[in-house]
Structure formats: C-alpha cells, structure tokens
C-alpha cells in the first residue's frame, strides 16, 4: 500500500512539476497488474476500483478535506429520516445521450443485485426512487 501511495504521490508531483513550468508533458502509469474487469458492480478490488474511478463518476465525491461534495449530483439534502434526495447536473454518456434519474435508478438497483459485487457497499440503502428526470430519492434502511 506504501508503495502504491509513494507512486502516487510521485506521478502528482510531476505533473505538478510539468504544468508549473508550462510546457506539456505525458504521464505515463504502468501499474503491476490489469483492472479486473471495467463493469462498476463487476469486482471488489482495490486496484479494479481505482481504474473505475478514472472513468465513473458518481452522484457525490470527496474533496481535497474530505469533504462530501456534489459531482454527478448538482446539489442533494436529507428529506427525511431515511430519504435523500439528489438533484442531478446536466451530464452525458459517452455516445452523447443525456443522464437522467432513470439511470441513476437502474445503478442503484443493479449495485443492490444479488450478483452485484459491490452490494456490500449499498447495505444501508433500501432502493432507489425517480422523482422526475433529473431528481431521485435514495432511501435507505431506518
């Protein structure tokens, strides 16, 4: 874990280093192993997840402090003692097609399946609710 870290750590850095001094650079990463599979609710791995942060995004994030803070999600507020309601950004797929709360709906189910690998991770949430196409409620276990 030290080592990955010191990697890191040494990538940020450089491209630190790059873009302070102007000029373009390329930062290459070449990690000891493959992602195992780039399907979010496909694996549990440290590695697999970290590949799948470089490519999903996902209704909140974590800021610089830790912070919770809104990523896919514009802005989101408890509504009530096990509901949370998300407001979502405008944002697109990558074929061009506009995210809505239907597809945020389809992940949270999808992630709650018995086959999904990251359902561990859901345990607190009950399911998943559209309110219209850019508002779905996330309510969870009491």
Same mark, same amino acid.
């Given at each position: ?10 990538? +940020?850095?450089?491209? !630190?280093?790059?873009s302070a001094s102007g000029?373009?650079?390329? @930062? $290459?990463? %070449?990690?000891?192993? =493959? ?30 402090e830790m912070r919770v803070r809104?990523?896919? +999600?514009?802005?989101? !507020? ?9 407001? @979502? $950004?405008? %944002?697109?797929?990558? =074929? ?47």
């Open positions: 874990m030290v080592n990955v870290f010191a990697r890191l750590m040494l990538s +940020a850095l450089l491209v !630190a280093a790059a000029t373009a650079a390329t @930062l $290459r990463y %070449a990690p000891e192993s =493959d992602a195992l599979t780039l399907d979010p609710h496909g694996a549990l791995v440290a590695r697999t997840q970290m590949v799948q942060g470089w490519i999903y995004e996902g209704l909140v994030r974590f800021d610089r809104p990523a896919l +999600a514009e802005s989101y !507020a408890r509504t009530a003692p096990d509901t949370w309601r998300f407001r @979502l $950004r405008a %944002a697109r797929f990558h =074929d061009g097609t506009m995210m809505t709360a239907d597809d945020v709906v389809f992940s949270v189910q999808r992630a709650l399946s018995p086959r999904s690998a990251v359902r561990v991770l859901f345990t607190s949430v009950k399911e998943a609710r559209k309110g219209d196409d850019s508002t779905v409620d996330i309510v969870t276990h009491v």
